[in-house]
């Protein structure tokens, strides 16, 4: 399974660890274990460092359709994605771009930087 998924109800918080090569339908796996748990509100971290992301402009697309339609699950969580080496930054950047979410994301060097900042915004 390219992406495992952990939903920690009392801490509120979603962990997504990738491995190998993820596509699109890695992607909306995932997201759609986190609506299905009613976990949309939840702080979440994707971290990427075992991974690299192979998406065409077009899946972007698809997945901005799908972004913006989460908007229903209003508010939403805040998401940090690690990316130790800063490999793949450019597609977290569109990612926080897509579907005018109105949640705080923000990259990060190691999980523990992540999760850190993660705590502040949520207490």
Known sequence: MPIVTTIND????VEAQGSGVLMLSDIVECFDTV????????AKIFDAGDCSVQVSDADMMELGA????????EPRGP????LPNGRGRDIA???FNLGSA????KVFGTKEQALAWLASLTG
């Open 102 to 105: 109105k949640r705080p994301g």
């Open 10 to 13: 009392a801490k509120r918080l």
């Open 79 to 82: 998401i940090a994605i690690v």
């Open 35 to 42: 609506v299905v748990n009613q976990a949309m509100s939840y």
């Open 66 to 73: 799908r972004v913006s339609a989460y908007a229903a699950y």
């Open 93 to 95: 950047e569109r990612f």
